[in-house]
């Protein structure tokens, strides 16, 4: 079933939903599956796997000159979707992004999801490789999550790139999309952001996704500002429980965020980590409170490859 089919179903309830990586390569998809059936209990309608592209890495060449190497450290959303679907007979969304991509590939990808039965993804741009700085498409490939938005509605509506295909069948994908109730680090400005988002919303994203925060009034007023732009479709709030004392510098650093001072008192005063994690675990939860009261369609937890502390959370919720 589609992500906006259960949100239909559940009539205003607070769903729990989550996201997990895909294991690292090498490592074996029972890890992953270990991490995931401690919160099976609460009844995820759905999983999100993220995707990661591929990152360059530069290593001397005997001959002494810099070389310059492919390396993809968390490979197989795809696969990694179709098995946990089958392990634990739960929707899953897999994350697709324009990096790394041509148009082409994204077709494929899709029609091999759409094989498989899996009928939602996540459409995103995905972040600049660290060595380039800037976001970089591929020659033939999608700038903007709008794009890519555009070629999975154009594929649900039979348009595909293929000119030769003869066979009338058509997906019906129902796509996600992202926000930022902070901005997204890389617009001029809030208002440029929520029109982008308006944009995607326009080519195709049935809902919304946001990136984690810290805290609630900022979601309360990303949803004012979507919701005064005409953006009507669910906003689903993206949550994490803090779990170290680094990451109060880590979070910031890789998502562009900011911690409300509260928190970041808190944290700074805990002799170690297991003490931020109990103040981190009880900040996410009482958050969680009032964002169920607030009615959000689901709550939406990043796992990050650990559950202990979300099965905290949720076992106070669900
Ligand atoms: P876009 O919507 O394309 O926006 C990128 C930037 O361009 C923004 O500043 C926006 O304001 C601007 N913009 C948008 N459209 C236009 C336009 N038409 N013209 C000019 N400017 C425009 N990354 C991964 O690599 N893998 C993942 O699995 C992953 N999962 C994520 C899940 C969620 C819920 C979120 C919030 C983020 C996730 N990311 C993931 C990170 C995401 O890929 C990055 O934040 C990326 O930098 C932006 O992606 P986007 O889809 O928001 O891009």
Redesign the pocket.
């Known amino acids: 079933m589609k992500v906006t089919e259960h949100l239909a179903q559940a009539k205003g309830k607070t769903l729990f939903s989550f ?1 997990v ?1 895909p294991p690292k390569k090498g490592e074996n998809i029972h890890t992953l599956f270990s991490n995931i059936e401690p919160l099976m209990e609460f009844k995820p309608p759905f999983i ?6 591929e990152e360059y890495v530069y290593r001397q060449h005997p001959n002494g000159l810099l070389e310059k190497k492919t390396v993809r450290r968390r490979p197989g ?1 795809v696969g990694i979707c179709a098995a946990i679907k089958n392990r634990f007979d739960v929707d899953t969304v897999p ?5 790394g991509f041509t148009k082409e590939e994204t077709e494929n990808a899709l029609i091999d999801l759409h094989f498989l039965g899996i009928d939602t993804v ?7 490789i660290k060595s380039e700085g800037v ?1 970089k498409p591929e020659p033939d490939g ?7 938005i555009g070629q999975v509605a154009d594929l649900n509506k039979g348009e595909y790139l293929d000119q030769e295909q003869d066979d009338a069948w058509a997906t019906s994908f129902c796509i ?5 109730p902070e ?6 400005n809030y208002g ?2 929520i ?3 308006k ?2 919303v326009d080519r195709g994203a049935d809902y919304i ?4 925060f810290f805290d609630n009034e900022q979601f309360f007023d990303f949803e004012r500002r979507c919701r005064a732009a005409g953006i009507m479709v669910p906003i689903i709030p ?1 949550l994490k429980p803090l779990t170290t004392k680094a990451q109060l510098s880590a979070l910031p650093r890789n ?2 965020l900011n911690f409300p001072e509260p928190l970041v008192e808190a944290i700074s005063q805990c002799r170690d980590n297991e003490a931020a994690r109990i103040i981190g675990t009880e900040w996410c939860l009482n958050q969680s409170r009032e964002l169920m009261a607030h009615g959000v369609p689901s709550l ?1 937890y ?1 796992s990050m490859g650990k559950s202990e502390n979300i099965r905290k959370v949720a076992k106070e919720l669900f």
């Open positions: 996201e990586l999100d796997v993220t995707y990661h592209r959303t994350h697709l992004i324009c990096g996540l459409a995103l741009r995905g972040d600049p976001f999608h700038a903007y999550a709008c794009d890519l996600g999309t992202a926000g930022y901005k997204h680090f890389e617009a001029p440029a952001d029109r982008y988002l944009h995607k996704v946001t990136q984690m993206g998502f562009f939406h990043y």
